[in-house]
């Protein structure tokens, strides 16, 4: 199991943020939700209002986990940046090129019997080059999947934590962070102008990084003073109740690292295989989600129960695909990783 794993709370959140995002945008995306909306109207708006701040739990989470993983101790652990850039950029593309493509042929098969804004358009070669770099939003190219944005930022925020980290040795990189994580929270995150940039999101990630250097610390009643603080700060500021969140995803995140009981319950093997492929569900959920709409709205495109029970089916659906998606291409003991290593010299 790796790391990563067993530590406590941490892949409960990311299966629950998970769960919530795929439910945020079959809200958000139609028809189905069109015609649930009907009958709760209330179920709708919330997870179409407040289902996306599981956003933060994700940028929080991995905050704290490349902490984890580049300065545990609060001093850099790695010594060829570029290195760590290019796996970190290899573990997030190569799944997401294989969801974009999934996407992309679903679209094709169901954009000429469903007339509806959640189908994509098709297409041109720039734009899926856009996205294979993860350059679709600074180069103003429209997304081809819900979710993408995000893969982007996760690894604009890593590119930042590294070359932070590596411009800046010793005791003060951890000044650093929090000086950064003050500016995005203070000032970038009020300008939504930037919201295609890691600088926008930031503060979020920092307060992650600052949760595992209290949940290690010998005295983390100063770095907890420091989280709530600056969130207090920022929230005085200009309220965002996505801040809120933010603040309180890394606060637990202390509290589940320093207390014995929540591992009892947190460690519980299906809250451990939702965490570990839920960056797989993340990607694949939205073309089982368009699939599932284009089948309901052509044969019911009206009846309740029928919708309902569609927008159940494609949640399970997109369980079941992120679960494939990640044995078959995230996970490294997938079977094609084989095809690239080298073979062994015979004796």
């Known amino acids: 199991m790796a790391a990563a794993q067993r530590l406590p709370g941490v892949d409960a959140l990311k299966g629950g943020a998970c769960v919530l995002i795929v439910w945020h945008h079959l809200a958000f995306y139609g028809p189905m939700s069109d015609v649930v909306h009907g009958a709760a109207p209330w179920l709708m708006n919330w997870l179409y209002t407040y289902g996306r701040m599981a956003v933060q739990v994700f940028l929080v989470v991995g905050g704290f986990l490349a902490a984890c993983s580049l300065a545990p101790d609060g001093r850099a652990r ?6 760590l850039i290019l796996r970190r950029y290899r573990r997030l593309a190569l799944p997401l090129v294989v969801a974009v493509l999934i996407t992309v042929g679903v679209a094709a098969l169901v954009r000429p019997w469903l007339q509806h804004d959640s189908v994509p358009g098709a297409p041109a070669l720039w734009q899926l080059l856009a996205h294979v770099f993860l350059l679709q939003d600074l180069l103003g190219q429209e997304a081809l999947s819900a979710g993408i ?13 590294v070359a932070l ?15 950064l994580a003050a500016a995005s929270l203070l000032v970038f995150n009020r300008r939504s102008e930037l919201d295609m940039t890691g600088l926008y999101f930031f503060g979020a990630y920092g307060l992650g990084m600052m949760a595992w250097w209290a949940s290690r610390s010998e005295r983390p009643a100063r770095w907890l003073m420091v ?5 207090a700060a920022a929230l005085l500021l200009d309220f965002r109740g996505r801040l809120l969140v933010a603040v309180a995803v890394a606060l637990g995140l202390v509290w589940l690292q320093r207390s014995d009981w929540p591992a009892r319950w947190l460690q519980q093997a299906w809250m451990l295989r939702l965490g570990q492929i839920s960056y797989a569900v993340f990607l694949i959920h939205f073309p089982v989600c368009l699939l599932v709409n284009a089948v309901v709205n052509h044969f019911w495109p009206a009846h309740l129960a029928a919708n309902a029970l569609g927008m159940l089916t494609a949640f399970g659906l997109s369980l079941l695909a992120g679960e494939v998606m990640y044995r078959c291409v995230e996970s490294p003991e997938a079977r094609w990783r084989g095809w690239f290593r080298p073979a062994l010299p015979a004796r």
């Not at 989280?227 to 969130?231: D, E, K, R, S, W």
């Open 165 to 179: 980290l590596t411009l800046i040795r010793g005791s003060r990189h951890r000044w650093a962070v929090l000086a």
């Open 227 to 231: 989280i709530v603080a600056l969130g």
């Open 149 to 161: 944005w995000y893969v982007a930022i996760d690894f604009q925020l890593f590119v930042l934590s």
């Open 78 to 83: 790695f010594e060829q940046p570029l290195r």
